[in-house]
């Protein structure tokens, strides 16, 4: 298919380049470091050889969400976000930006998110999970109260907003010790992800911001799976589910959450999620320079659906949702 649209594509800057390097092995660290720093050069031939017209971009993980410091955080997300942009200038047509944001103060990251939205033209925001705050050892979640400003002006900009993963700080890591191999995309990265993304479900948020979007990759990090039981277990007891919310869990999921492709590239996977949240809530996606692009492209140009809904799936969707015309 050509003309797809690639929106969980990263890139690093020097100074969060070593953010990266624990996701690859010794040996396939300098092709990882090559390609996180490149962005005009293999990465549009890549596009090209594969279809894609155009890559949504974001600063890797995680980057900002992991800089306790306020200040030294802002001035981050700053760079970063200043970086991207003159890259998107060199080639708007192929390349547009997701802002990094220092959610270490949501006056800071809306003060951020409007910057970048109505000055630098970026068309959403990737966040790279909870945010480490100084003074405090615990994970901040963006469900807090504290956070509905923020969301109120996410909700007003009309952007998406996507939750991307990062690995759960050590002092929450128990569970995993012994087993490091399932840190990172293998398990902890979906796990904490969906766990967030419930939060934000359970908390009411969409009932106060019913407008919002919210973005998760790699098909989803396992909810569309999970969601008839979310709200059904244990049916013949008197007690359900007690959170906030005044609905359904799998009713926001279905009305305010957009799932990708990324680094999932399995076609009975994209089945379910089609049967689960329909083929307008899914958006292709790579997760350059993670997985690659010839993978991810030649999967999805080959899987047995529709070709009505590989074009919604490829390309449709995210124009509409990021507003790209």
């Not at 690639?6 to 040996?27: C, K, M, N, R, V």
């Not at 970086?83 to 103060?105: C, D, N």
């Not at 244990?234 to 007690?242: F, G, L, P, S, V």
Request: proline share 6%; hydrophobic share 40%; aromatic share 12%.
């Amino acid at each position: 298919m050509q003309g797809k649209v690639a929106l969980e594509e990263h890139f690093a800057l020097e100074e969060t380049l070593q953010d990266s390097a624990g996701f690859a092995p010794e040996a396939d660290w300098p092709e990882l470091k090559v390609r996180l720093l490149d962005i005009q050069d293999r990465r549009l031939r890549e596009m090209d050889a594969n279809g894609i017209e155009m890559m949504l971009l974001s600063l890797n993980a995680p980057a900002v969400q992991a800089i306790p410091d306020l200040k030294t955080a802002t001035e981050l997300s700053r760079r970063a976000n200043d970086y991207l942009a003159e890259h998107v200038q060199r080639r708007p047509g192929r390349f547009k930006g997701l802002a990094a944001l220092p959610m270490q103060s949501p006056i800071a990251a809306t003060r951020e998110l409007i910057r970048c939205v109505k000055e630098l033209g970026f068309c959403g925001a990737l966040t790279n999970g909870f945010t480490q705050i100084e003074g405090s050892d615990a994970a901040v979640y963006y469900d807090l109260k504290s956070y509905w400003p923020f969301w109120e002006e996410v909700e007003r900009l009309d952007v998406p907003f996507y939750l991307h993963p990062r690995n759960p700080l050590p002092k929450d890591a128990a569970i995993y010790e012994g087993h490091r191999w399932l840190m990172g995309p293998t398990w902890a990265f979906g796990q904490e992800t969906a766990v967030h993304a419930l939060r934000l479900m359970g908390s009411g948020l969409f009932d106060a911001y019913p407008g919002l979007n919210i973005i998760l990759g790699h098909m989803g990090e396992g909810l569309p799976y999970s969601m008839w039981r979310i709200d059904n277990h244990n049916k013949w007891m008197r007690e359900q589910n007690r959170y906030p919310a005044k609905r359904k869990i799998a009713d926001y999921f279905r009305e305010n959450f957009y799932i990708t492709t990324s680094g999932n590239f399995r076609s009975q996977t994209l089945i379910d999620a089609m049967l689960e949240i329909g083929s307008d809530r899914i958006l292709f996606s790579a997760d350059w320079p993670f997985e690659n692009i010839d993978h991810a492209s030649q999967w999805f140009d080959a899987a047995p659906i529709a070709e009505g809904d590989r074009t919604k799936i490829g390309r449709d969707n995210a124009w509409s949702l990021f507003k790209l015309g």
